[in-house]
């Protein structure tokens, strides 16, 4: 089942990337991130440009983030001041990564940073991630409680001028801290087409020391409003975004989700996280060998 995708200027099999959304969509529902870090590499893989994986996968993740944001909202874990700061920095980062976009793009060096950056990203996610999950299966062999850490915002953050009180957070810091951090997560979602979760919410944590109860649904709030405005920037500025695509992918992702929902509940959430590891670093080694293999044509003719 082919179908030709406009942007993209290929045809594809329809099945296949539907394919590719369950699988992240699987993944989503059994570890609880959002997936999109996963979406652009897979569709590289497939043979999707960079630039147009990159955008059709924030268009997905838009659409992917609408019920878990409905579902917090109606559970009251949403900081709607904190995240509406988040909001302001993030359209701001989505404006820069406009122009560090097109920039790149004039330079013809735009799929090559953006396979640099999941790599480097990926790879060091996934080395983190590894490490906790080998220190909490070691934790529960032996039988040893891992010490909790105590819930404190940053020394530089509490350094930052003026203050604001955020009630539902658990927090009275300088509102600089969630601006910068949200204008760092709208480049990325420029640049990679990712949610930005899988950084949002530790830095959420560590950095400013929000409770966990209000992280996540903050988090997708964050996500949501900011790849609506990206993928709006995307379209008027880059044109890169493809409907179809993004379209075939939340069809998989919205099944994949309620599939691995209900596995997670099978498997014991340490295992989850090595697994979870495991797969992130699998793709950034094969993200790095994309970059360094030479392949059997150097050069090809597109005929339009």
């Known amino acids: 089942m082919d179908l030709y ?33 996963l979406t652009t590499p897979l569709l590289i893989f497939y043979g999707i440009p960079p630039t147009v994986a990159a955008a059709s996968a924030a268009s997905q993740v838009t659409g992917a983030s609408v019920s878990g944001v409905v579902t917090h909202m ?12 988040l909001i302001a920095g993030g359209v701001v980062g989505a404006g820069l990564g406009v122009f560090i976009f097109r920039l790149l793009q004039s330079l013809g060096q735009i799929d090559t940073v953006i396979g640099i950056l999941y790599v480097l990203m990926l790879g060091g996610i996934g080395s983190l991630m590894a490490k906790e999950s080998i220190q909490a299966l070691i934790a529960l062999k032996t039988g040893k409680r891992m010490q909790a850490r105590k819930r404190r915002h940053h020394p530089l953050v509490a350094a930052l001028p003026t203050r604001w009180r955020f009630y539902r957070s658990g927090l ?3 509102p600089l801290a969630p601006l910068l951090l949200g204008m760092a997560t709208g480049i990325l979602t420029m640049l990679l087409g990712v949610g930005g979760g899988f950084i949002l919410v530790p830095a959420m944590l560590y950095l400013l020391g929000m409770n966990t ?3 996540v649904g903050t988090s997708l709030f964050q996500i949501l409003f900011v790849t609506i405005a990206t993928t709006m920037m995307h379209a008027m500025t880059t044109k890169a975004v493809d409907l179809v695509l993004a379209l075939l992918l939340l069809i998989g992702s919205v099944t994949g989700a309620q599939v691995g929902t209900r596995l997670s509940m099978t498997i014991r959430p340490e295992y ?16 790095a060998l994309g970059l360094g293999w030479r392949p059997d044509e150097i050069f ?5």
Not at 26 to 31: A, D, E, I
Not at 273 to 286: G, H, K, Y
């Open 172 to 174: 009275y810091i300088s």
């Open 5 to 37: 995708l406009p942007i993209a200027n290929l045809s594809v099999n329809a099945l296949v990337i539907i394919g590719l959304g369950g699988v992240v969509g699987l993944l989503s529902g059994m570890f609880g991130v959002g997936g999109g870090f």
């Open 272 to 287: 989850l996280r090595i697994l979870l590891a495991a797969i992130v670093l699998l793709v950034a080694a094969r993200m």
């Open 300 to 304: 090809t003719i597109d005929v339009k």
């Open 74 to 85: 109606s559970r009251g874990t949403v900081d709607f001041r904190m995240g509406g700061v």
């Open 213 to 215: 109860q209000s992280v």
